[in-house]
């Protein structure tokens, strides 16, 4: 449905500034009928690639294909504009014309390209649209009389009212209060699966591009780092950065010291560890170790370590309570403190010895992030080194 | 409901040339305003290096003579001293008096403060001719009122006022430049972050220690900047030194400007009045550079901030009363002009204000000035003239803004320069440039050409307003329209213009007030069919018929207050509301 290759974007350096090359050679593919998200934190590019395809930016180079139409390729000089594409867009400011009443806005698309289906035809699919994302009868409402949430559901309803062939999603929710947004992202969810539309959905919130969709491509410094369900990235990322911006986990510098099949041994502060290992990691390379906190089966008793499990022994070094479940830090020997979740009725005593089981298929090596790597990672994998 | 979306698809592929229609509009935009600025520039250059006596287009000869001559006497350096000194002193005057007359209304619980601070921002529709001629009528040595009511109390013998002398000039002048600078002091008082002030008194101040050493201290910058653009702004002004300063025999550069090209007797002397307009142009272009260097480090001390603050309000205590009646006592000499022209306008033939005149007064001149053709004429064309130049300036204005807040290349750059221009430009050396592009071309003696002078003349201001403006708009409001389907236009028009609207609207009374008040510019535009008010109030208070001028003047503040001063009221609700 959505074809992008090789996109490149760089702004021109602004007085006092430096060029910033926000996209470089991105490529994607989007299936007809899927949620795909763009994940990735502030500034690597999310927003400027979703501009690129709905044609508000041009980019540098590279190609777009929208079904069946190419809407952008410079090899072949061809730039439809962001008016011709037939796309419908939320903004993440929702840009509500306030000027204009609920309708008026519905109705705005409608009215464009020379088309006019007539008065009736109008009010019944305005109609249509507001009953929609549930705001029938709101239509005679100025728009500044609306409330966050509200605004949201017009800025949807005017996204597609004019069927659109696929649908542009930037940050929709973060301007929303967290347990609005919880809501608003799986009526979000049902709204357009219930339509059909392809999306293409903007977040940096990890939680909400799990929930949203079927897709995520992760992103960094204008980079796609990572294509997958949401699902396999969580359980395959191939870079410490993939596992730590999707969930979060310990992330230990470690050597590769062994390797047979999908399984590899890596060598840490705190001893030898089984685990599966990303595609393209060899024997000594420089890695990184990822334990997710509920990988380690905790056990106040010394369990007998079986087949691909490693057993380690550690302190209970500090305990946080967050309410369903709480977090340990336990000190592992070499000094390196491993933070793990338990259930809030097991909790255990600080200072108390405990045991942990960490089976070969739960814990995976993967690369280490290259120079790029974000500063505050490198210290805290130098102070871990260290 | 997925079966009609491909009912909708646009078909066919655009190619590069989609951009075609803003494309287009920018190079349009581009083009106009070249000409608009550019053309006078040049011609007024090339006029400077032509022979005397001759218009530019029709001599290929290149002579420094008219340089030459101004260089060689040393009137020129007089002629120069004066503007500087005449300005310096008028914008000392006014701008210390706005500074102080803002500080109490924004500062302080001075009673009455809306008062001055709807009437301060008002005055504009009190065109700089009618105060001149006002004052003229009450302190010129013979039969001026004051000085006739000043001998018959104190029994002088002589005038103790005189109009025709520098000082008088200078504080007619300085009570023009009043309102204007307080209009831009007054953001700068009541937007200033309360803290920093608290701060002071938190840590042992007194009130008048804070103020000295950490609110005056702080201001200063702001002020010193609102000072130079006042300077720059009275060198190029150029009513009240043609109305007041002429007959003292007191020239500045912008009256002998419009003397050499428009003299009462001889014929025109294009080429020196162009050289003395290229003198004037790099004076203010010199003041403009002065200017923003002085903002630049202005800028380090940003008291301004974005937010809305309830400044603390100093208590004036025991001086409340004194400063009031003083304040008040202020704004009293600034309307005594104005109330003199009412007078005058109900008299059959001007004399002193007395309490037995009040008997003779009538309503004749104004039915006289209603019934002649020729002041119909003026009223029809001075509403074209506004109704035109407010309405094509602010739209220009607008598309400049929205390409260069939204549209960043180099010829959006260009674009920016050409159209900030004509602020460094004075005036009246661009209305004579515009005579001598055009006086060759059948728009010359039309009100068109008075069109063309005022938006050329306005463009900066309305530029400036619309950028300011946009520049608060979020782009994906436009962004929106777009996506929707909507072309450049549709969504200009559409989307961009109505949420601009009140931006939009006060900045269009602002020009149609500047333009109808203006005389710079039908004065030396002027031929017997494109006469407009004030133009005709010129011409009559020359001819002379006092009273039969003044009822045209009368009517003119008249028809300006009617739409300035509803417009401040609603703007100082919406002020206090917020
Ligand atoms: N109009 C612009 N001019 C210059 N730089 C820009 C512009 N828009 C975005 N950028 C830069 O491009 C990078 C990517 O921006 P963006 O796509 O907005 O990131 P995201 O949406 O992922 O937060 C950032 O470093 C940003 O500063
Ligand atoms: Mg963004």
Redesign the pocket.
């Known amino acids: 449905m959505l074809k992008v290759s090789h996109l490149e974007r760089t ?2 350096a ?1 007085p006092g500034g430096a060029a ?1 090359h ?1 996209l470089k050679s991105v490529s994607l593919s989007v299936e007809q009928g899927d949620i795909f998200s763009l994940l ?12 690129c395809i709905a044609g508000l ?1 041009t980019p540098d180079a590279g190609r777009i294909v929208i079904g069946p139409q190419t809407v952008y390729s410079r090899a072949e000089r061809i730039q439809v504009s962001a008016s011709e594409r037939g796309l419908g867009m939320v903004f993440q400011s929702y840009a509500i014309w306030p000027h204009m009443s609920v309708a008026e806005n519905v109705a705005f698309p409608l009215l464009q390209r020379g088309r006019n289906p007539g008065r009736e035809q109008i009010a019944q699919r305005v109609d249509e649209a507001l009953a929609m994302v549930e705001l029938a009868g709101y239509g005679n409402r100025s728009a500044t009389q609306l409330s966050g949430g509200q605004q949201q559901r017009v800025a949807l309803a005017r996204a597609l009212v004019h069927k659109p062939r696929l649908l542009l999603l ?2 929709p929710l973060s301007n929303l209060d967290a347990k609005l947004r919880d809501t608003m992202r799986i009526e979000l969810r049902q709204l357009i699966k219930s339509i059909g539309i392809t999306a293409v959905f ?1 977040t ?1 919130d990890q939680i909400e591009a799990m929930g949203i969709s079927d897709k995520v491509a992760l ?1 960094r410094g ?1 980079e796609v780092v990572q294509v997958g369900k949401s699902r396999d990235i969580y359980l395959n990322p191939h870079t410490a950065f993939a596992a730590d911006f999707m969930g979060s986990g310990n992330l230990i510098p470690c050597t590769i010291s062994d390797m047979g099949g999908d399984r590899a041994v890596a060598t840490t502060p705190f001893g030898r560890i089984r685990a599966r290992a990303a595609a393209g990691l060899r024997i000594g390379d420089d890695a990184v170790l990822v334990i997710r906190p509920n990988a380690p089966i905790v056990d106040t008793r010394p369990a007998n370590a079986q087949g691909d499990a490693a057993q380690i022994t550690g302190n209970v070094a500090s305990v946080t309570f967050l309410g369903e479940k709480i977090e340990v830090q336990v000190r592992l020997p070499g000094g390196y403190d491993l933070v793990t979740t338990m259930n809030t009725f097991d909790a255990p005593a600080e200072g108390q010895e405990i045991h942990l089981t960490l089976p070969a298929e739960r814990c995976i090596i993967v690369h280490r992030d290259n120079a790029a790597a974000s500063t505050v990672r490198d210290a805290e994998l130098a102070g871990v080194a260290a | 409901m997925m079966a009609d979306v491909s009912a909708e698809q646009p078909s066919g592929t655009a190619r590069w040339t989609f951009l075609g229609s803003p494309r287009l509009i920018k190079v349009v935009l581009l083009v106009v305003v070249a000409t608009l600025v550019l053309g006078p520039v040049i011609v007024l250059l090339r006029a400077s290096l032509a022979p005397q006596d001759v218009l530019p287009f029709e001599t290929s000869v290149f002579t420094f003579d008219n340089f030459r001559q101004i260089f060689a006497g040393d009137d020129t350096v007089k002629l120069l001293t004066t503007t500087i000194v005449y300005a310096a002193g008028s914008v000392l005057l006014g701008v210390g008096a706005a500074a102080v007359v803002a500080w109490l209304t924004e500062r302080t619980d001075m009673p009455g403060a809306t008062v001055i601070r709807i009437f301060l921002f008002s005055w504009m529709a009190v065109p700089p001719l009618v105060i001149g001629f006002g004052w003229v009528l009450l302190i010129n040595p013979g039969n001026g009122a004051l000085n006739v009511f000043a001998r018959s109390a104190f029994g002088l013998t002589s005038a103790p006022f005189t109009i025709y002398s520098f000082w008088s000039l200078i504080i007619i002048t300085a009570f023009s430049v009043l309102p204007t600078a307080y209009v831009m002091l007054g953001g700068l008082f009541s937007n200033m972050d309360p803290q920093l002030e608290s701060a002071g008194h938190v840590h042992g101040g007194r009130s008048f220690t804070v103020m000295r050493r950490i609110t005056l201290p702080l201001l200063i910058p702001g002020i010193l900047s609102v000072g130079i653009f006042m300077v720059m702004i009275v060198v190029q002004a150029f009513e009240i030194p043609f109305v007041v300063g002429l007959s003292a025999q007191i020239r500045v550069l912008s009256t002998r400007v419009y003397l050499l090209a428009s003299p009462t007797t001889g014929i025109p002397n294009y080429g020196l009045s162009s050289a003395f307009g290229v003198c004037l142009l790099g004076l203010a272009c010199l003041l403009m550079w002065v200017y923003f260097r002085c903002v630049g480090t202005g800028e380090k001390y940003r008291v301004v901030t974005g937010k809305a603050f309830r400044p603390r309000r100093q208590k004036l205590g025991a001086w409340r009363i004194p400063v009031t009646c003083l304040v008040f006592a202020l704004f009293g000499i600034m309307v005594l002009p104005v109330l003199m022209i009412l007078w005058t306008s109900f008299t059959a033939s001007y004399q002193v204000p007395s309490l037995a005149g009040f008997a003779n007064l009538s309503l004749d001149n104004y039915s006289r000035a209603l019934a002649s053709p020729f002041a119909q004429q003026a009223i029809f064309n001075t509403l074209i003239l506004v109704l035109a130049s407010a309405t094509i300036v602010m739209l220009l204005g607008s598309l400049i803004a929205w390409f260069s807040v939204r549209d960043r290349g180099p010829a959006v750059r260009i674009l920016d320069i050409l159209a900030f221009a004509p602020t460094a430009i004075p005036p009246v050396v661009m209305v004579i440039a515009i005579l001598l592009v055009y006086i060759r071309t059948p728009v010359y003696g039309t009100i068109w050409i008075l069109v063309l002078s005022s938006v050329t003349v306005q463009l900066a201001f309305a530029t400036r307003t619309m950028t300011s403006a946009l520049t608060q708009l979020h782009k994906e409001l436009g962004d929106a329209a777009t996506v929707c389907g909507a072309g450049w236009w549709t969504s200009f028009r559409r989307i961009t213009l109505p949420l601009l609207r009140v931006q939009f609207l006060s900045g269009w009374l602002f020009v149609a007030a500047h333009t109808s008040r203006d005389l710079t510019i039908p004065l030396v535009l002027m031929t017997s069919s494109n006469v407009v008010l004030a133009s005709a109030i010129w011409m009559m208070w020359d001819f002379p018929d006092l009273p039969g001028a003044s009822a045209m003047a009368v009517l003119l503040v008249l028809g300006l207050l009617t739409v300035v001063l509803p417009v401040q009221i609603l703007a100082n609700r919406g002020r206090r509301g917020a």
Do not use: I
Request: charged share 15%; hydrophobic share 25%.
């Open positions: 702004y021109p602004q910033v926000a990735g934190p502030s500034g690597c590019g999310k927003t400027t690639m979703l501009q930016e930037d940050e903007v940096h992103m204008g």
